[in-house]
């Protein structure tokens, strides 16, 4: 597993490990940013030694480079003084220092392209960090909206308990009962200790409806003459009335001078 993989891993089990231990998704959150940001600084640490690994290497090779170029040259020279053996000895060295060269150049070209594989890692992970901080707000809200849920729920949960409804219901029918009982206490004391009469004509007054409305419907089931018949009889049943009453008074008018003229009679014999 490389760096990279171990620090997945590590960032992991943090992650779990706050999730775990932590009831505050907020805190949690911001927790998570915090140690990220912490282990962007340890990979930049990193990366930074790398870089610096790869500099030494290209030193180096760069040095054994040169060394090599330097027995090169004396080898040339001691060719020119005529003087092979020393030649020789100068071109061993030479080589020497080439396959050191050549050593460093391998590991300096490995070096960097680990250089280059850790600056795109690096930038990956600060970019994830920047995306948490600015998820990290809609997550809070989310949170928060879940929560505001949970208790809505709570409280219908508790409403839905028919218990309460049923208290209110008791309530109410014992309300009920106890506005009853008023009114029947107000009734008989106003029909024992009250104006009799005045409530004889308040219960007529509470039926006088009664009978019209009989009537009417009576009238709608074909079952009682029209309206206009009744008024008509009533007016026929009035003039006949007049009639008994004007032929009565010349009746009486007739009898009172009977009366008086035998009062004369009497009263000159």
Do not use: C
């Not at 915090?34 to 030494?56: G, H, W």
């Not at 949170?143 to 949970?150: D, H, L, V, Y």
């Not at 309206?227 to 008074?249: N, T």
Request: charged residues 35%.
């Amino acid at each position: 597993m490389g760096f990279f993989g171990r620090l997945a891993t590590l960032i992991k089990s943090n992650l779990n490990d706050l999730i775990s231990k932590s009831e505050d998704p907020e805190k949690m959150l911001t927790q998570i940013i915090l140690d990220m940001n912490t282990q962007l600084v340890e990979v930049k640490k990193q990366v930074a030694v790398a870089i610096a690994d790869q500099k030494r290497l290209e030193r180096q090779w760069q040095a054994e480079k040169g060394v090599a170029d330097e027995w090169h040259k004396k080898a040339m020279l001691a060719v020119r003084a005529g003087d092979d053996e020393l030649a020789k000895e100068a071109l061993l060295r030479k080589k020497e220092h080439e396959q050191l060269a050549a050593g460093y150049e391998d590991q300096f070209k490995k070096q960097s392209a680990a250089v280059s594989q850790v600056k795109l890692a690096l930038q990956a992970l600060n970019n994830k960090i920047g995306e948490a901080k600015r998820k990290k707000d809609l997550l809070i809200a989310r949170n928060n909206r879940a929560k505001a849920m949970e208790e809505i729920q709570k409280a219908m949960g508790k409403l839905s308990d028919t218990s309460a409804f049923d208290a209110f219901s008791r309530m109410e029918q014992k309300i009920e009962q106890r506005e009853a009982e008023v009114e029947a206490q107000g009734e008989l004391s106003e029909e024992y200790s009250g104006d009799i009469l005045k409530n004889k004509f308040q219960r007529l007054e509470a039926t006088a409806g009664a009978d019209a409305d009989l009537e009417a419907l009576k009238r709608e089931m074909g079952m009682a003459p029209p309206a206009e018949a009744k008024v008509a009889a009533r007016v026929e049943a009035k003039a006949e009335e007049a009639e008994m009453s004007a032929a009565e008074m010349a009746e009486l008018e007739e009898a009172l001078a009977a009366l008086k003229k035998r009062e004369d009679v009497s009263a000159k014999g």
